[in-house]
RNA sequence: GGGGGUGUAGCUCAGUUGGUUAGAGCGAUCGCCUGUCACGCGAUAGGUCGCGGGUUCGAGUCCCGUCACUCCCGCCA
């Protein structure tokens, strides 16, 4: 028997009536009543109330300790009386009647309390983390994490696939995110870098012939920090299959993604077959690639009406003659909201930085007319035109956007939302999954002008290499594709290039020469010229995945050890100086900022 | 790098138009209380109002600067 325990807090029960017990734990609290006090016990499991009256020796003792200090009770289990029963414990029916008690470590008084559901400042929280985590619902998601992870991995290698580790120190690469970097000593002057994904380790793994491969894969990247984005650190499910097409890909992620969050969650899934939507339409539609599809609202482009002569709003026909574009939200009968939520939203689209929102709703008396501030400048036939694009009834409203190619897709995407959430459209209790499809290969780079990856440049171009029209790399897409669950983009993964000419002509397209490629990527051009089977995959994210299950906004809710904004550890005083000698030995020397 | 929000007791917060000695709940300390499960009751301690400067007879409150945390934009192949 071991000295600490015979049984957790979350175990006994009225079949344990009058046994001898041993439990351990944290004093979760306690209610002093003069001559009779109860002590919450605590431990990961559940809470079991003990008592001691004062007839005890122990009993002054017990009524001075502090919460949170750690005790271990030798006790009576004592069924409770009708009355007594506390049904909101799992161990409610019983009590542990102290006979003594021995205190194993002491607490001494708390920087914040833990027995509440109370919410404090995240610096608190983050430097005093291991009292942070004791509290029950962030406990609980840690727990939550650690389940998802060990049933994905059992998913995985069920459908045949097999675990590997990859280097956390490899080489710095020149696309993408900020790297981290890792001073060498043995090469001065060189670093490692962290990997920003192991992209390039599971295509070689693919070329050494194991076929499917995963990883709960780490990844490193040094950007700024998002609600749903830590910096530094974070964790995907990398997977990588041989010999396959955009469609094996989806079949296992559909497969993976239905059993997990049927398992882990009670919320309905929208559709168990993930609707296909391309990159083009879904800007169009949702102004986003990552569109929420609980959201019922859809964009329009009206653009061509303001080029009506029977139209005069003139602000709007001014902009679209100098290329702007103009986007329409319908909202479904909304004739008799107060003129307070149009101008809130109007407003609201203001301190976005946009020009604001224009609105009217459509009526009916003899004719059709828009009732609204800018209703006047609207003929009956453009309404019945606009009507007929958006599929708008009488009673319904529109919001209009007006703006460049790019930077109206912005706001109406965020109005999408906004509309959505003041309106209650949005299910709480759904997920809606998508795919996107169908990505450009490349993109303007919106200030320099110059052609650049839009996403991952060892995607493999749609259509036969032979009839790919290289001239027009915009018109270029690529076998790439994101998943996307509530508006939370999840994952992107793509069918690789795998053939090393392509990839120096699709390089050469985003201004890198052959020998750029060779040094900077000289591992896998070098492999994917010794044999390289077809093969391609995907990464989704593992701490938005257990967000989006444990319903929380912020990804530090479901991280144990977090950084903060500023991407510091306040626990442990990361990132830190070190000793000259240690930068001496890597050949580095601080240059003091002024 | 830019924009917004917050900063008052150990914790969560209130603090009116600038006006006397800055308050509450929880926690802490002390006392009372034998059936609570957010136990109850009474008392005590606890404050550089983030920091610096300014306006004013007078600043937690107004102005300027600065710092910290956070949300967003940029960034995130």
């Not at 351990?24 to 431990?43: A, V």
């Not at 029977?310 to 008799?336: E, M, P, Y």
């Not at 009488?394 to 309106?423: H, M, P, W, Y």
């Amino acid at each position: 028997m071991n000295k600490f325990r015979t049984h957790n807090c979350g175990e006994l029960n009225k079949k344990d009536n009058n046994k001898k017990v041993f439990l351990s734990g944290w004093i979760n609290k306690k209610r002093d009543h003069g001559n009779l006090l109860f002590i919450d016990l605590r431990d990961n499991y559940g809470i079991t109330q003990c008592v001691i009256d004062k007839s005890s020796n122990f009993f002054k003792e017990l009524e001075k300790i502090q919460l949170e200090s750690v005790i271990k009770i030798d006790g009576l289990v004592v069924e409770r009386t009708k009355e007594t029963i506390n049904n909101e414990l799992k161990t409610g029916e019983i009590e542990v009647k102290i006979i003594s008690f021995k205190i194993l470590g002491e607490c001494r008084e708390l920087p914040m309390p833990i027995f509440s559901d109370q919410e404090y400042a995240e610096d608190i929280r983050l430097k005093y983390r291991f009292l942070d985590l004791r509290r029950k619902k962030i406990h609980e998601n840690i727990i939550l994490r650690s389940k998802v992870i060990a049933f994905i991995r059992s998913e995985m290698l069920k459908y045949g696939f097999l675990e590997f580790q990859t280097p956390i120190l490899t080489s710095s690469s020149p696309e993408g995110a900020r790297d981290f970097l890792v001073p060498s000593r043995l090469n001065p002057g060189k670093f490692y870098a962290l990997p920003q994904a192991p992209q390039q380790f599971k295509q070689l793994i693919m070329v050494a012939g194991f076929d499917k491969y995963f990883q709960i894969a780490p990844c490193f990247r040094d950007e700024d920090a998002r609600a749903d984005r830590s910096p530094g650190e974070f964790y995907q499910l990398d997977l990588e299959m041989s010999f396959v097409e955009q469609e094996d890909v989806f079949e296992v992620v559909e497969k993976l993604m239905v059993n997990l969050f049927k398992k882990f969650s009670n919320k309905k899934i929208k559709s168990e077959k993930f609707q296909k939507i391309s990159y083009e339409e879904a800007m169009t539609k949702y102004g986003t690639d990552k569109p929420d599809l609980r959201n019922p609202l859809i964009i329009y482009d009206l653009t061509n009406i303001f080029t009506r002569d029977d139209v005069k709003f003139d602000i709007f026909k001014k902009l679209v003659k100098s290329g702007s574009k103009v986007r329409a939200i319908i909202t479904k009968n909304t004739k008799d909201k107060a003129r307070s939520f149009f101008d809130t939203i109007d407003k609201w689209a203001k301190e976005e930085g946009a020009s604001g929102l224009a609105y009217f709703t459509f009526e009916k008396d003899n004719k059709i007319s828009a009732k609204g501030p800018i209703g006047k400048f609207f003929s009956e036939d453009s309404l019945k035109e606009i009507m007929k694009i958006t599929e708008a009834e009488i009673g319904d409203s529109i919001f209009l956007a007006c703006g460049k190619d790019g930077e109206v897709e912005k706001i109406t995407s965020l109005a999408r939302d906004k509309i959505a959430n003041q309106l209650n459209l949005i299910n709480e209790n759904e997920f809606a999954f998508c795919w996107i499809v169908d990505y450009p290969m490349f993109e303007k780079d919106l200030i320099s002008k110059k052609i650049k990856f839009s996403h991952n440049p060892f995607s493999m171009p749609q259509g036969d290499y032979n009839k790919i029209d290289f001239n027009k790399p915009l018109n270029i897409k690529a076998y790439q594709y994101d998943i996307v669950c509530n508006g939370v983009e999840l994952s992107s993964g793509a069918i690789r290039n795998h053939i090393p000419e392509l990839m120096y002509k699709l390089f050469s397209i985003a201004g890198y020469e052959k020998k750029h490629v060779d040094q900077k990527f000289s591992g896998m051009i070098n492999a994917l010229s010794y044999g390289a089977p077809p093969h391609g995959g995907i990464a989704p994210g593992i701490d938005r995945i257990v967000m989006l299950l444990a319903n929380e906004k912020n990804i530090r809710e479901v991280t144990m050890f977090p950084m903060n904004q500023n991407a510091q550890d306040l626990m442990m005083e990361a990132p830190s100086e070190v000793d000259l000698e240690q930068l001496k030995e890597l050949n580095l020397s601080i240059v003091k900022k002024k």
